[in-house]
């Protein structure tokens, strides 16, 4: 045992050592907010679990009618599916069932199940399909009918096998928006198709149009039978909401609901008045308090209702917004946010403060040109003065915020003001003018204004520069004018631009060139890029004693080392060793902690100056489009479904 306890004593000391090396840095990973986002759909578990569905896949939980949210899961392995509809098993408790499409048409999509709740979820059948509605039969709970983009198909035993019941190939049969199936008799099905409705009474041998009354070409996005008449079917379509009496066969458009520049997506009936009904619009939530015959809106114009469900035995109505999740305990009267735990906003720009790492701003996807700004890291936001252009990109200069604005142009936001002031790109030129009585020709100074595509702006040795679409310009800090670097120092399209820690030498990525400037842009020196590297995309100053930089292209990122001299031939390396070839959002460089986020998905993180990588994300969380360093042990990264989130890399 002794000679045993001495072999083992070293090969034990060795793996702890080998552990406490590989945990020298551990990343985690919150979600900041702010609160919110668009959520596509809804469903009440039978354990009285909230799930809402998500445009990228992602399920959110709530055990407390809707108080607080947590994420569950997702629903496949792609960042476009489309969560479009929930249904919550009749018979078995924890069982769930998603119809998804994705956005890329190519994809499809399927019908997803979860015996778990939502937690995990596996392919039910139907792969490469853009399942747009899903139905349970009331009758008979392994009968699953779907309709996608290509007709309907069913399921006899809940989903482990499909057949089409529509004709294949067929004109009108096909984009289904919408399935109901009678609660008497499972053969019975109405189909809802971007033009009009159909039914079968023969579970799909035969199908037939039952429009009669119907405005042409209204695409039905959803039909309800009234629980109390199943011969009663109301329909919810972009021209407005319908009922029939006698199953289908003649509609009566319903007043009250104008529908000009309106989506009805959704009808659905109170569990405890059957007299009351809601439509989910894209102009608000309206209520009909006696079964259709007149309608009133609920909720402001501006609200975009996708989903509606009850919660707490029917009296709690919750709606599924763009915006995150409303709810009503009286009837629709009055409605509250409620969305804490619930982040999945898409963060179209974020600027994080250079005197302040905890002050953001941050622009909002489903907001216009509204900011938003949190001081304390995020864990509170508020709304703060917005350009009246759309923004496009958010900067810190000191204490000042940049912006650079939809459809060309900048502006800077004057602290005293509260204000936002364009940022004026100005070229003078000489011009000389004919002399009308003979004498020699005069010159004159002509001055034109540019609003260029501004990529970035980043202040470097007392002056503002800008990297445009035409150019690379600069000005003093004061002057608020900018004029174009000489074209012929640098010219074209300017992707990126960067500097050195010292803020000694600038670096651009300009079309298929790299360039360098040693005296505050007067003067670049340009280095030619192997064909090899494809289209260049970033470059990052490195940050460690090698003179070197960091080159994303869309063929991987690559390092050009160049030593004393910039213009001698020096050899570009990929950073390999776990890092993918492929385009990339531009690196956040943190001592030796390096972070950059792949277009296609996936952050990595090296934490050893780019020797090595590995694989890290938040749970289940989307696209990460841009990570913004800010310093050791701190990123922020601008996400494009959940949110802000918080990177730390720090020693455990």
């Given amino acids: 045992m002794r000679c045993t306890e001495s072999l083992l004593r070293p090969v034990i000391i060795a793996a702890l050592v080998c552990c406490v090396a590989a945990s020298v840095y551990a990343e985690r990973w919150e979600r900041v ?6 959520v596509i759909s809804l469903v009440v578990m039978r354990n ?23 994420l569950r899961g997702r629903v496949g392995k792609r960042f476009d599916g489309v969560v479009q509809g929930l249904i919550a098993d009749s018979q078995a408790k924890s069982r769930v069932y998603a119809a998804v499409w994705t956005q ?31 139905a349970q039969s009331a009758s008979n709970p392994e009968l699953l009918i779907a309709g996608t983009r290509t007709g309907v198909f069913r399921s006899e035993d809940a989903g482990r096998n499909w057949e089409r019941i529509s004709p294949a190939g067929d004109k009108e049969m096909k984009n289904l928006d919408s399935i109901a199936i009678d609660p008497r008799d499972a053969n ?14 023969d579970g799909g041998k035969s199908w037939k149009p039952v429009a009669a009354g119907m405005i042409d070409d209204s695409d039905v996005m959803s039909m309800v039978i009234d629980r109390g008449d199943p011969e009663r ?53 309206w209520r009909s308090g006696d079964g259709g015959e007149s309608w009133t809106r609920a909720t402001g114009r501006d609200v975009v209702v996708n989903g509606i469900t009850f919660t707490g035995k029917g009296k ?99 602290l005293k003001t509260k204000n936002w002031t364009q940022v004026r790109f100005l070229v003078r030129e000489k011009v000389r003018l004919p002399n009308k009585d003979g004498n020699s020709p005069t010159s004159r100074t002509l001055e034109r204004l540019f609003k260029p595509d501004v990529k970035v702006l980043r202040a470097e040795g ?25 074209e012929k120092q640098i010219s074209g399209r300017i992707t990126d631009l960067d500097a050195n820690g010292a803020g000694n030498e600038l670096f651009v990525v300009a079309q298929s060139k790299v360039a360098r400037s040693v005296d505050g842009g007067k003067t670049w020196d340009s280095v030619n890029v192997p064909e090899s590297l494809g289209e260049l995309l970033w470059i990052r100053a490195e940050n460690r004693e090698t003179r070197a930089v960091l080159v994303g292209s869309s063929a991987g990122v690559y390092e050009y080392e160049y030593g004393a001299s910039w213009k001698e031939a020096h050899s570009w390396k990929q950073l390999q060793s776990g890092l993918p070839g492929a385009a990339s959002w531009p690196a956040a460089l943190s001592g030796k902690i390096w972070l950059i986020s792949m277009k296609a998905g996936g952050v990595y993180i090296s934490k050893d100056w780019g020797g090595s990588w590995e694989w890290s994300n938040a749970d289940d969380a989307g696209l990460v489009q841009m990570i913004e360093e800010t310093k050791v042990g701190y990123a922020w990264a601008r996400t494009q479904t959940d949110g802000l989130l ?7």
């Fill in 33 to 38: 907010g702010p609160e919110g986002g668009s």
């Fill in 48 to 70: 009285g679990e909230v799930l809402l569905g998500t445009a990228d896949g992602h399920v959110f939980a709530s055990h407390d009618g809707g108080e607080h949210w947590e």
């Fill in 104 to 134: 890329d048409p190519a994809a499809g999509g399927g019908v997803f199940r979860s015996e778990d709740d939502g937690s995990t979820w596996a392919s039910a059948g139907l792969q490469g399909e853009a399942v747009r509605a899903l």
């Fill in 188 to 201: 019975v099905i109405y189909a809802g198709t971007y033009h009009l409705p159909w039914k079968t009474a």
């Fill in 233 to 285: 079917i109301f329909a919810s379509a972009c021209s407005g909401i319908y009922r029939s009496e006698n199953g289908g066969l003649q509609w009566t458009k319903l007043q009250g609901i104008p529908y000009v520049s309106r989506r009805t997506q959704q009808i659905v009936q109170d569990p405890l008045n059957a007299a009351v009904w809601y439509s989910a619009t894209t102009e608000g939530l």
């Fill in 316 to 414: 709690t109505l919750m709606l599924g917004t763009d915006e995150g999740i409303l709810q009503s305990t009286d009837g629709a009267k009055r409605f509250i946010a409620k969305n804490e735990g619930f982040t999945h906003s898409v963060v179209r720009a974020l600027a994080v403060s250079e005197t302040d790492s905890q002050h953001l701003l941050i622009a909002l996807e489903k907001e216009g040109n509204g900011l938003r700004e949190s001081v304390d890291g995020g864990k509170s936001w508020r709304a703060f003065p917005a350009p009246a252009v759309v923004v496009d990109e958010l900067f810190s200069i000191g204490e000042s915020w940049y912006a650079s604005l939809r459809g060309g142009g900048a502006a800077s936001f004057d």
């Fill in 462 to 486: 007392g002056r503002l520069f800008a990297a445009t679409s035409d150019g690379l310009w600069a000005s003093g800090m004061r002057t608020g004018v900018m004029q174009r670097v000489p």
């Fill in 646 to 652: 918080l990177i730390r890399v720090e020693a455990p």
